[in-house]
């Protein structure tokens, strides 16, 4: 059985994978697994998918099940060393203790997410062993959507309506995490997919070392959804830091947009919210993202329980009730309410007169709650009433613009800068706008400043490459020799097979053309095209006679 090792799928002698276009003569760079190694006599290693500061993530094959899976390796960067071909890893002397207790980390922390699998929001391990010097656990492998392309086609927000069965097996989840001392601190919408089921799954889990700086861990965290606490070195991370996490992802969700990175709302607090968005969110919604936002850990929704019933209705539902009742009785005298029923004045109207009052109550009580909103209709400039802030501009270093450049170059450029990390996500993504090869998005973003708390404990930058437009034009091949044809179509990132046929214009082996399409028409990326192929003039047919004495 041969397989692919960009989607596991049988493509037999096939280089160029028909189903997914991937090329299976290239190789897997280090120090990631060679393409093909086999761990623990039966899981097949593929393609990498993702990888941080702690660990890699491979697309593979069970061979065991027949099942595609997912194999994350520990692999903390700048503790060990693989070259090209290589499967063991191997750990620098000076780093030992500090690779083993984090290896040890890494195997508790998934231990305790196998011991959770009946949690619909986690993903399912389904074994997890040491080899190579390193640790490795399986994944379950689903038909998963990213969460941000979920916005996205949902015209780019979310009702809550919608949001809320989402989001609340996300709080059930995370709390039994942390019931069993463990949190994710990377809640954001690059690490939710949504299932084929509608459902939500989490992502991107790693330990409390690769989520905060100041560790021996390269740290990844996502901007506008990282806790202010997870900027500062070494700092506790707790149930607090995952609530900022969700309610950010789920700020998100419902605007369209995440919060300004931590460390620009400790200079202002301030969330943006169009108005528009405002309207057509229940108010305990807005109350309990404002709250679970909090810069000040001490003025954060503390535990899940409060996060949970803040985003309740029947909480908020009840505490109006409770509010009105109590507005009622204070603002109806004894004398008024004998008179009232004198005059047959019916109970509705008392309740509307309440319910006015509580109205007004509940604005001014507004007010107070979200004076760091800002409700302006989503737009950043400061209302006339509110003092000019000066803008001083940034005199420090920022973070390099990678894009457009191809990824061999770009390694080239930091080879003698210890302080970046470039990390190629290994799906590369379809783009009209940058050339195959090239590199098309980068975080953070080129031009993001770096403090020199950042500059001593190291960036990562993750970068993505393209693979070129998706819809591909097809060459002009008429005429050619079937080899250069072939090759001309293999640059479009086409498959080409040929199909012999005889005719009088062109010569045996010269392309005639397509097999029903037309150069210049437009193909998918990874199509395959037929290719008629000239077999030379037919043979004339010759009469024959037989003689008879």
């Not at 057509?280 to 850990?297: D, F, I, M, T, W």
């Not at 507004?366 to 950043?380: E, N, Q, T, V």
């Not at 450049?405 to 302080?419: G, P, R, W």
């Not at 470039?422 to 953070?444: A, C, V, W």
Request: with cysteine.
């Amino acid at each position: 059985m041969s397989l692919c090792m960009g989607c596991m799928q049988e493509i037999g002698d096939e280089k160029v994978c028909p189903n997914c276009g991937f090329d299976n003569s290239e190789k897997q760079q280090a120090p990631f697994l060679p393409y093909g190694t086999v761990l623990a006599n039966r899981y097949i290693v593929g393609t990498g998918i993702d990888t941080n500061g702690e660990s890699t993530r491979y697309l593979g094959f069970d061979q065991q099940t027949g099942d595609v899976i997912i194999i994350c390796e520990f692999l903390p960067i700048g503790l060990f060393i693989r070259r090209e071909d290589e499967i063991e890893v191997r750990v620098n002397y000076e780093n030992r203790n500090t690779f083993n207790k984090l290896k040890d980390d890494f195997i508790n922390y998934y231990r305790v997410l196998s011991e959770l699998r009946e949690l619909s929001a986690l993903m399912n391990v389904h074994n997890m062993f040491e080899e190579n010097n390193t640790a490795y656990v399986i994944e379950e492998n689903e038909d998963l959507i990213p969460f941000e392309e979920y916005v996205e086609r949902s015209n780019g927000s979310l009702e809550w309506d919608i949001a809320r069965p989402l989001f609340m097996p996300v709080i059930s989840a995370l709390e039994a995490m942390h019931k069993r001392g463990v949190g994710h601190y990377a809640i954001s919408p690059k690490n939710m997919y949504i299932t084929a089921q509608g459902k939500i799954k989490i992502s991107g889990f790693a330990t409390e070392s690769e989520r905060k700086r100041g560790t021996p861990l390269k740290s990844q965290l996502f901007s506008g959804a990282a806790a202010p606490e997870q900027y500062e070195e070494n700092f506790p991370l707790d149930d607090i830091t995952d609530i900022y996490g969700f309610c950010a992802t789920l700020f998100y969700s419902l605007t369209g947009r995440l919060p300004k990175s931590a460390p620009e709302r400790l200079k202002d607090s301030r969330l943006l919210m169009s108005t528009n968005t405002v309207k057509r969110l229940p108010p305990h919604v807005v109350s309990a993202l404002a709250n679970g936002l909090q810069v000040e850990r001490e003025n954060r929704i503390t535990d899940f329980d409060e996060l949970r019933a803040q985003l309740s209705v029947a909480h908020t539902a009840k505490a109006i009730q409770d509010e009105i009742s109590r507005t009622a009785s204070m603002n109806i005298p004894r004398e008024a309410k004998e008179k009232n029923e004198r005059r047959g004045l019916p109970p509705i109207s008392i309740t509307i007169i309440a319910a006015a009052v509580t109205a007004v109550i509940l604005v001014v009580v507004g007010l107070l709650i979200y004076p760091h909103i800002d409700f302006s209709g989503g737009s950043s400039k400061q209302s006339s009433s509110q003092p000019a802030t000066e803008v001083t501009e940034w005199t420090g270093a920022t973070v390099p613009n990678y894009l457009g450049k191809t990824y061999e170059d770009a390694l080239k450029e930091v080879q003698n800068d210890a302080s970046i990390t470039l990390l190629r996500n290994y799906t590369d993504e379809f783009s009209n706008d940058y050339k195959e090869g090239t590199i098309m998005t980068q975080n953070p973003p080129a031009g993001s400043h770096v403090t020199p708390e950042d500059a001593a404990s190291g960036i990562t930058i993750s970068l993505t490459v393209s693979k070129g437009a998706q819809m591909r034009e097809l060459p002009a091949v008429e005429g050619m020799a079937l080899e250069k044809a072939s090759e001309d179509i293999a640059k479009q990132g086409l498959l080409g097979t040929a199909e012999y046929a005889y005719d009088s214009k062109y010569a045996e082996g010269i392309v005639v053309g397509y097999k029903d399409k037309n150069a210049g028409e437009t193909v998918e990326y990874g199509t395959n095209v037929v290719l008629i192929v000239s077999k030379g003039k037919e043979p004339v047919a010759t009469e024959s006679y037989d003689y008879y004495d």
